[in-house]
């Protein structure tokens, strides 16, 4: 097994877990006022589709790639292993996921060049935005975009699809309060994605979106300090990552964020074969370890509500995001991604055991 | 020590600069409760101290109590230094 939890707990025992309380409290701590600020939001956003032509609760982009090539099934063996073969939301036997891993593989010297092949394309090819993907994969590939779990799925789908396998990890955080300074700027990167894009928010001359902003800052400090005076172990079912499997080397990875993401909100580019940033920033650890996707039911009716009802709100979320890696983008272009990731060498943690796969594998990455 | 303590003086007070509302920091305020220093800028900020001092930084160094402070930094790289 590639990561240990003693490699990456920093020691003394660790904090109770979270119970059910604290996680209703978490809930009730969303406030009525903030709902309807959102609520607010979502005639005028309907409204501009509208007038534009598109349906009231059109995604806020439109689909990156309507059309997918799709691969020949015939005369193809397809693997019923386990961690091979499809699973929930992780359709590795779709013609529209078995065309993107033929093209990878054909690109790929090896196992090891098919996995970071798999990797930039989830990260990249794919960018962070909220919309509910009831199409699974094929959906998120001709879509373009998506929360963290569609992201993994596609990175677990298309690694079993070109014959690696690959499974979901849950991770659980330990929060010190005797460590613990401010869990927005310390704790998950989402914390950070999300705390910026409330300030932006707030910062709106419109009224509506300056309340929802306040409110929405609020409850996420709110949130980090009560997770902070607590001092519990959070897990964070809402953000699985993912570990496949190279020459007996499992290996985690996170493709939440692509390079434009991350250097807009200060985090160090994403590169497979390193610890993910959610792993190596917080003494976080993998709890625990499954074929299928860890959660689903009913976080995705919420997330099919929230686009419904707040989708003035989540419009606002993608564009944010959007706007987020232009300014990356233009981070990078003035530093260079080789000058962006020494600057965070430190952060980078090859993985246990990557030596193994005998590849060159620098102390940190350079490019 | 003091041309590290000019150097980090330097380093921190541009950060600090480059906020929205930053105001001058003192030697010995917490730059972490300030929030001019999270966990990814102490990776930042070991690497400007490496480069810039020509001292070897190591993952079990980089503790919370090395780097809260300008005076506190300054005398961590300045032992480094004399070591």
Excluded at chain 1, 167 to 178: G, L
Excluded at chain 1, 191 to 209: H, M
Excluded at chain 1, 239 to 266: F, K, M, R
């Amino acid at each position: 097994m590639t990561v240990r939890a003693d490699d990456l707990v920093e020691g003394g025992s660790p904090p109770p877990r979270q119970s059910l309380l604290d996680k209703a409290r978490a809930v009730r701590s969303i406030r009525p006022q903030a709902l309807l600020w959102m609520l607010m939001l979502t005639p005028p956003a309907c409204w501009t589709r509208i007038r534009a032509g598109r349906r009231p609760f059109a995604p806020t982009f439109p689909d990156r790639r309507p059309t997918l090539p799709r691969a020949s099934l015939a005369g193809r063996v397809l693997s019923g292993e386990p961690f091979l073969r499809p699973t929930t939301e992780c359709d590795c036997h779709a013609p529209e996921v078995l065309a993107v891993a033929d093209e990878l593989r054909s690109r790929s010297a090896g196992d090891w060049q098919y996995a970071q092949a798999v990797f930039r394309f989830a990260a990249g090819e794919i960018v962070h935005g909220v919309e509910p993907a009831p199409g699974g994969v094929v959906q998120t590939l001709r879509r373009g975009y998506g929360i963290c779990v569609d992201k993994v799925n596609l990175f677990v789908a298309l690694a079993r699809a070109g014959g690696l396998r690959a499974r979901y990890c849950s991770i659980t955080i330990d929060v010190n309060p005797d460590e613990a300074t401010d869990l927005i700027e310390n704790g998950p990167p989402l914390f950070r994605t999300y705390a910026r894009i409330f300030e932006k928010l707030e910062a709106e001359p419109d009224l509506r979106l300056q309340r929802l902003g306040r409110l929405a800052k609020q409850i996420l400090h709110e949130h980090a300090q009560r997770m902070q005076r607590q001092g519990l172990q959070w897990d964070l079912t809402f953000h699985p990552i993912a570990e496949v499997e190279v020459g007996e080397t499992w290996i985690p990875s996170d493709p939440t964020w692509d390079d434009a993401e991350a250097a807009a909100y200060g985090l160090p580019l994403p590169r497979l074969g390193y610890q993910p940033t959610v792993l190596r920033q917080l003494r976080a650890k993998i709890s625990r370890r499954s074929e299928i996707v860890p959660f689903r039911g009913g976080a995705d009716v919420g997330r099919f509500l929230f686009c419904l009802l707040a989708r003035g709100a989540v419009d606002y979320l993608n564009q944010s995001l959007e706007e987020a890696r232009g300014q990356g983008r233009r981070v990078l272009e003035e530093v260079g991604a080789a000058a962006y990731i020494r600057r965070y060498r430190h952060f980078y943690v090859p993985v246990p055991e990557i030596a193994r796969l005998g590849v060159d594998f620098p102390r940190y990455p350079t490019s | 020590m003091t041309k590290v303590l000019d150097g980090v003086r330097e380093y921190i007070q541009g950060k600090s600069a480059a906020r929205p509302g930053g105001q001058p920091v003192a030697d010995e305020q917490s730059l972490f409760r300030l929030g001019i220093i999270d966990s990814m800028g102490v990776f930042e900020i070991v690497t400007f101290l490496e480069d810039r001092f020509g001292v070897e930084i190591h993952d079990e160094e980089i503790l919370r109590k090395n780097f809260d402070s300008i005076q506190r930094i300054a005398q961590f790289v300045s032992a480094k230094m004399t070591a």
